[in-house]
């Protein structure tokens, strides 16, 4: 699947909440989904629906694909902890994430951008893959150039989270160590992991 060009706040109508790593925007102001007017009967989601809607909520706050999305569901599953969590750990895991969670973007789509175009360090060193896993004890920063980029500076005076307990922010350097890994209560929006494991079981060879 390519990149999803739309518009974003049509995604996140469509999942009914806010996505704070597709968009800053909320649909407070416009929550039903596309096409249904306002005070118009929604009918009732079948059991796949609803295990489908949990899994739309994943691919579209970190814009990634479903076959990545598969690889972390088997990875999640070879896990000894809670499948659902485990997967949830390694989304946020992810440099892009770790990026938008650290407040040097905006978003997790901007956050990306930074990571393509090298301007992100992880132990001093330019990482331009987004999908790195980062490790507990890894500090996470960007280059002098990425520093001056406009949305960087915006996120910084402006962040749209508050960063989570697993991330330690050092506000002189500007950057992030990762002192434990993401833990279930830190998730930045509602989701039911139990409903990605059922949703997934019969669908990914363990």
């Known amino acids: 699947m390519s990149r999803y060009t739309g518009p974003r706040l049509r995604l996140m109508r469509a999942v009914g909440l806010d996505l704070p790593g597709l968009s800053r925007k909320t649909i407070e102001r416009k929550p039903t989904p596309p096409g249904m007017r306002e005070g118009q009967y929604k009918k009732k989601k079948s059991e796949y629906g609803t295990q489908l809607l949990e899994k739309q909520k994943i691919r579209f706050n970190y814009g990634i694909s479903e076959r990545y999305l598969q690889r972390l569901v088997k ?24 990026v938008f969670r ?74 992030a160590k990762m002192i434990t890994a993401p833990d279930r209560d830190s998730f930045p929006f509602a989701i039911d992991a139990q409903l990605l494991v059922e949703y997934y079981a019969r669908r990914v060879s363990r």
């Open 75 to 98: 990875q999640a599953f070879g896990s000894r902890e809670h499948s659902g969590n485990k997967l949830l750990e390694l989304l946020e895991r992810r440099l892009d994430s770790v």
């Open 102 to 175: 650290a407040g040097l973007a905006p978003t997790i789509s901007a956050a990306r951008q930074l990571v393509n175009h090298k301007h992100v360090l992880v132990d001093g060193k330019k990482v331009n893959i987004a999908s790195f896993q980062v490790a507990p004890g890894q500090i996470v920063g960007l280059t002098e150039k990425g520093y001056k980029v406009p949305a960087v500076a915006y996120s910084l005076e402006n962040p749209g989270l508050a960063r989570p307990a697993w991330i330690a922010f050092d506000k002189e350097k500007n950057s």
